[in-house]
């Protein structure tokens, strides 16, 4: 898809709010990851004395209900909470009056994995120590994960298209690709992208019992890496065509050119050994970039630290990068963050948003012995002065969905 | 070259339903008038009867490797996906084979198998739970598995827009494909019966007291919940017809609302209105270009009422000339699927040169013309809607 140079047609990020394990608004969540600073610690919202594992990627002593406004007092999931708190100081970073943000032409796309998980666990406790019969109606009408992106919606009046994508753990770049396809049909011209799932003993149950989280931290490309670390919080980017972000004066962090998706179709879980669907991903999204391979000068890896995925990611990169593969950085904040869930490609679009507009890479912490399987620059332990131009972010889910999405370098 | 309002083609259409699987029982069962409600023996001890498909066998369409692993939903979608794609031609080793893709849409994935593995982590331990059964707790997973059970390795999305989902997945096939990112997606939407969910419309008073889903009661009124898949085989029009494609129906505009008030108590018909009337002009046609309607009333009086509401706005008096159906009397109300039922009949309608007869209705249908024999089409050129409880709406075009 060809890009022109005033503008028309191309869609810019111009706000950037997140809630994380590391942080939450844009600045103290890029400091953070720039400082390498880990966010995993023992799990605190419920007993995972009877669990394998004990530790997670919480968000802790954040207040998201101090960002809710029209909805305060009524009955919000918590992952709508810290997707409104997320678009609350993405809004304002994006420099955008609130009123403008409300109206037909803003769209709401978003991503989960879980949804909101905790009413199920309400649903669940109620009926062992009550019965059924005493689960109030909120419990069923809270539960649905439409309600995440409608809240959204609803919180700050935006009237135009409002869909979630529950494309697990690749849904932020599904929901940002969606919003970059309504810009540029001119189906809104404003947009609310990105992804947000709660902490909950469903999904971590989930991967304890796969053998899939690390006892003490995450490391991913490391040869002793020991699995991945269920986390949970928020990404919202603000997305606006180019020419008029140009033409009010907007700081432009970065301009999204495409996206890729494809399917392994192979496992549910296990993603294709020779990652496959991750290298025609990762062509899809270059191609419609209308880029090459060669113009990439960043990846933001899925990098989850478990040993399938690192080995088959590192795979995918080579096979994608050929004999430039080492040249091309490759790193995963999961080492910081923990895995996010539905939010982990929003807030990794993020960090690729910013590491484009400081000329700053992510590192990847906790990397201290080096995987012959997993032949690649990871960025270890401290973030990197660069000047990347055009960037990757890849997430891949259960299902074997694969979404690639690429982020360039916007000088205005 | 991109083009954003080309028409998508429908080439084949793949359906399991309480009133027969694959889509000529379906529409045999539609256009006889018969019903798909049932004594559910999901539901049972809840309801008295819902819209079940009774005994329902996978192997015929997905043979017998491989299905342990699928739950319910993943084995519906699976089925549909089989029918779909058998349909539509799609079967073999094409080049372009590699790239079919499937797009879901859903409310729940499965509700049941999530409450399942929770529950099992609280009674069992988490020291005993089957982690095989943690993949079905994903919201995608239906989509996976019918990735993986017939290998479609292109675009994978599930999307949710509650009630609607199922009309919302055929707009985000019809997005993928005028970008030319693809040029054969499944898209529909899938949805089980769970005692769940049957709670969760009891407990917000929206089911029907007798076990009858009566579109436009007056009220008392309520819903029947129903079951099922259904998935439409997708391309771009001038594909379709380069390649001689049977054509069941064109897709050629869309309206969606997250509310029209029914979530916030406070109607709005003219929100509900401009659903319809987005649809119309991504269409390019105007309400006088309407010759038929097929309406997603589910018997729950508020959201039926702005179903009427807003057509009368729309239509105004020639409303009570154009013929029209309303499917859930014969379906039920299930949910993600039903949009893609509905999307379904339209083009059936089309196909058949009639509308299906609806099996009943109550006093607040007034103006429509609903009947309970088919009725011939106006023009070849009819609109869906669907209003669903949770305040989505949406209203699609579809046409020769």
Same mark, same amino acid.
């Given at each position: 898809?060809?890009?022109?140079?005033?503008?028309?047609?191309?869609?810019?990020?111009?706000?950037?709010?997140?809630?994380?394990?590391?942080?939450?608004?844009?600045?103290?969540?890029?400091?953070?990851?720039?400082?390498?600073?880990?966010?995993?610690?023992?799990?605190?919202?419920?007993?995972?004395?009877?669990?394998?594992?004990?530790?997670?990627?919480?968000?802790?002593?954040?207040?998201?209900?101090?960002?809710?406004?029209?909805?305060?007092?009524?009955?919000?999931?918590?992952?709508?909470?810290?997707?409104?708190?997320?678009?609350?100081?993405?809004?304002?970073?994006?420099?955008?009056?609130?009123?403008?943000?409300?109206?037909?032409?803003?769209?709401?796309?978003?991503?989960?994995?879980?949804?909101?998980?905790?009413?199920?666990?309400? !649903?669940?406790?109620?009926?062992?120590?009550?019965?059924?019969? =005493?689960?109030?109606?909120?419990?069923?009408?809270?539960?649905?994960?439409?309600?995440?992106?409608?809240?959204?919606?609803?919180? !700050?009046?935006?009237?135009?298209?409002?869909?979630?994508?529950?494309?697990?753990?690749?849904?932020?770049?599904?929901?940002?690709?969606?919003?970059?396809?309504?810009?540029?049909?001119?189906?809104?011209?404003?947009?609310?992208?990105?992804?947000?799932?709660?902490?909950?003993?469903?999904?971590?149950?989930?991967?304890?019992?796969?053998?899939?989280?690390?006892?003490?931290?995450?490391?991913?490309?490391?040869?002793?890496?020991?699995?991945?670390?269920?986390?949970?919080?928020?990404?919202?980017?603000?997305?606006?065509?180019?020419?008029?972000?140009?033409?009010?004066?907007?700081?432009?962090?970065?301009?999204?050119?495409?996206?890729?998706? =494809?399917?392994?179709?192979?496992?549910?879980?296990?993603?294709?050994?020779?990652?496959?669907?991750?290298?025609?991903?990762?062509?899809?999204?270059?191609?419609?970039?209308?880029?090459?391979? =060669?113009?990439?000068?960043?990846?933001?890896?899925?990098?989850?630290?478990?040993?399938?995925?690192?080995?088959?990611?590192?795979?995918?990169?080579?096979? !994608?990068?050929?004999?430039?593969?080492?040249?091309?950085?490759? =790193?995963?904040?999961?080492?910081?963050?923990?895995?996010?869930?539905?939010?982990?490609?929003?807030?990794?679009?993020?960090?690729?948003?910013?590491?484009?507009?400081?000329?700053?890479?992510?590192?990847?912490?906790?990397?201290?012995?080096?995987?012959?399987?997993?032949?690649?620059?990871?960025?270890?332990?401290?973030?990197?002065?660069?000047?990347?131009?055009?960037?990757?972010?890849?997430?891949?889910?259960?299902?074997?969905?694969?979404?690639?999405?690429?982020?360039?370098?916007?000088?205005? | 070259?991109?083009?954003?309002?080309?028409?998508?083609?429908?080439?084949? &259409?793949?359906?399991?339903?309480?009133?027969?699987?694959?889509?000529?029982?379906?529409?045999?069962?539609?256009?006889?008038?018969?019903?798909?409600?049932?004594?559910?023996?999901?539901?049972?001890?809840?309801?008295?009867?819902?819209?079940?498909?009774?005994?329902?066998?996978?192997?015929?369409?997905?043979?017998?490797?491989? &299905?342990?692993?699928?739950?319910?939903?993943?084995?519906?979608?699976?089925?549909?996906?089989?029918?779909?794609?058998?349909?539509?031609?799609?079967?073999?080793?094409?080049?372009?084979?590699?790239?079919?893709?499937?797009?879901?849409?859903?409310?729940?994935?499965?509700?049941?198998?999530?409450?399942?593995?929770?529950?099992?982590?609280?009674?069992?331990?988490?020291?005993?739970?089957?982690?095989?059964?943690?993949?079905?707790?994903?919201?995608?997973?239906?989509?996976?598995?019918?990735? &993986?059970?017939?290998?479609?390795?292109?675009?994978?999305?599930?999307?949710?827009?509650?009630?609607?989902?199922?009309?919302?997945?055929?707009?985000?096939?019809?997005?993928?494909?005028?970008?030319?990112?693809?040029?054969?997606?499944?898209?529909?939407?899938?949805?089980?019966?769970?005692?769940?969910?049957?709670?969760?419309?009891?407990?917000?008073?929206?089911?029907?007291?007798?076990?009858?889903?009566?579109?436009?009661?007056?009220?008392?009124?309520?819903?029947?919940?129903?079951?099922?898949?259904?998935?439409?085989?997708?391309?771009?029009?001038?594909?379709?017809?380069?390649?001689?494609?049977?054509?069941?129906?064109?897709?050629?505009?869309?309206?969606?609302?997250?509310?029209?008030?029914?979530?916030?108590?406070?109607?709005?018909?003219?929100?509900?209105?401009?659903? &319809?009337?987005?649809?119309?002009?991504?269409?390019?046609?105007?309400?006088?270009?309407?010759?038929?309607?097929?309406?997603?009333?589910?018997?729950?009086?508020?959201?039926?009422?702005?179903?009427?509401?807003?057509?009368?706005?729309?239509?105004?008096?020639?409303?009570?000339?154009?013929?029209?159906?309303?499917?859930?009397?014969?379906?039920?109300?299930?949910?993600?699927?039903?949009?893609?039922?509905?999307?379904?009949?339209?083009?059936?309608?089309?196909?058949?040169?009639?509308?299906?007869?609806?099996?009943?209705?109550?006093?607040?249908?007034?103006?429509?013309?609903?009947?309970?024999?088919?009725?011939?089409?106006?023009?070849?050129?009819?609109?869906?809607?669907?209003?669903?409880?949770?305040?989505?709406?949406?209203?699609?075009?579809?046409?020769?």
């Amino acid at each position: 898809m060809a890009t022109s140079e005033d503008g028309a047609g191309r869609v810019a990020v111009t706000g950037i709010g997140v809630v994380s394990p590391v942080g939450c608004g844009r600045a103290d969540f890029w400091s953070a990851i720039v400082e390498g600073r880990c966010g995993i610690g023992p799990v605190q919202a419920f007993d995972t004395s009877e669990f394998p594992v004990h530790i997670g990627a919480e968000v802790r002593g954040f207040d998201a209900d101090a960002f809710i406004h029209r909805l305060s007092g009524h009955e919000v999931g918590r992952a709508a909470k810290l997707a409104i708190a997320a678009a609350a100081m993405a809004i304002e970073d994006a420099g955008l009056e609130p009123s403008l943000v409300a109206g037909r032409l803003t769209g709401v796309s978003m991503g989960t994995t879980s949804g909101e998980p905790l009413y199920v666990e309400r !649903f669940n406790d109620i009926r062992r120590s009550e019965g059924v019969e =005493s689960v109030p109606p909120e419990v069923y009408c809270g539960y649905p994960c439409h309600t995440i992106a409608a809240n959204l919606a609803l919180e !700050f009046g935006c009237q135009g298209p409002c869909r979630i994508l529950p494309t697990a753990c690749a849904a932020g770049n599904y929901a940002i690709g969606q919003a970059f396809d309504w810009i540029r049909a001119g189906r809104v011209e404003l947009a609310l992208a990105g992804g947000a799932d709660a902490f909950s003993r469903i999904p971590y149950l989930g991967f304890a019992r796969l053998g899939a989280i690390a006892s003490d931290k995450c490391s991913p490309f490391d040869k002793n890496r020991q699995g991945m670390v269920p986390g949970e919080g928020a990404g919202i980017l603000v997305l606006e065509p180019l020419e008029r972000a140009r033409r009010r004066g907007a700081r432009i962090y970065a301009e999204i050119l495409g996206y890729g998706l =494809s399917c392994d179709a192979h496992h549910m879980t296990g993603a294709h050994p020779e990652g496959d669907g991750a290298v025609r991903a990762m062509t899809a999204a270059v191609r419609e970039s209308g880029l090459s391979p =060669s113009q990439i000068d960043y990846v933001c890896a899925h990098g989850t630290g478990t040993p399938s995925n690192d080995r088959t990611e590192a795979a995918a990169h080579g096979a !994608f990068f050929g004999t430039r593969s080492r040249e091309i950085p490759i =790193s995963s904040i999961k080492s910081m963050i923990g895995h996010t869930m539905g939010a982990a490609s929003a807030i990794e679009a993020a960090a690729c948003a910013l590491a484009l507009r400081t000329g700053c890479l992510p590192p990847t912490i906790h990397f201290e012995t080096p995987d012959p399987e997993c032949d690649v620059d990871c960025v270890p332990n401290a973030a990197r002065k660069a000047d990347p131009r055009i960037v990757l972010n890849n997430a891949y889910a259960f299902g074997g969905n694969n979404a690639s999405l690429c982020l360039a370098q916007c000088l205005s | 070259m991109p083009q954003l309002n080309h028409p998508i083609a429908v080439t084949g &259409i793949g359906i399991a339903s309480p009133l027969g699987m694959d889509v000529e029982a379906f529409l045999e069962g539609l256009y006889a008038g018969k019903s798909g409600s049932n004594p559910s023996a999901c539901l049972q001890g809840l309801v008295s009867r819902a819209f079940e498909i009774e005994d329902f066998d996978p192997q015929p369409w997905l043979g017998r490797k491989g &299905i342990r692993a699928l739950d319910r939903p993943g084995r519906l979608l699976s089925v549909a996906a089989a029918l779909a794609l058998r349909q539509a031609g799609w079967v073999g080793d094409e080049p372009w084979s590699r790239g079919v893709g499937l797009i879901n849409g859903t409310v729940f994935g499965s509700v049941r198998s999530i409450c399942a593995f929770d529950w099992s982590g609280l009674e069992d331990g988490p020291r005993f739970v089957n982690p095989m059964a943690f993949p079905n707790t994903v919201i995608n997973a239906p989509a996976g598995q019918a990735a &993986i059970k017939h290998r479609l390795s292109g675009i994978n999305s599930t999307v949710s827009t509650g009630m609607t989902s199922g009309l919302t997945a055929l707009a985000c096939a019809a997005e993928h494909l005028r970008l030319d990112r693809t040029s054969r997606l499944l898209a529909g939407g899938c949805e089980e019966l769970s005692r769940e969910a049957c709670l969760g419309f009891r407990a917000n008073r929206l089911l029907s007291s007798d076990d009858s889903l009566v579109p436009y009661g007056c009220g008392p009124s309520g819903t029947v919940l129903g079951e099922g898949s259904a998935l439409l085989a997708l391309r771009r029009e001038s594909d379709a017809r380069g390649d001689g494609d049977e054509i069941w129906g064109l897709f050629r505009g869309y309206g969606e609302s997250w509310d029209v008030g029914l979530r916030t108590g406070v109607p709005d018909v003219e929100r509900a209105a401009a659903t &319809i009337e987005d649809a119309l002009r991504q269409a390019n046609v105007g309400p006088s270009e309407v010759g038929f309607l097929v309406l997603g009333a589910c018997g729950v009086p508020a959201a039926d009422a702005l179903e009427v509401g807003a057509l009368k706005r729309v239509f105004g008096d020639r409303l009570s000339t154009m013929p029209a159906c309303a499917p859930k009397a014969a379906l039920g109300e299930s949910q993600g699927a039903s949009g893609a039922f509905l999307a379904a009949a339209a083009c059936l309608a089309l196909r058949r040169k009639a509308l299906p007869p609806t099996l009943c209705w109550g006093d607040c249908a007034a103006p429509l013309a609903l009947s309970k024999d088919a009725q011939p089409l106006v023009a070849p050129l009819g609109l869906v809607t669907l209003f669903g409880v949770d305040g989505n709406a949406a209203a699609a075009v579809f046409s020769v």
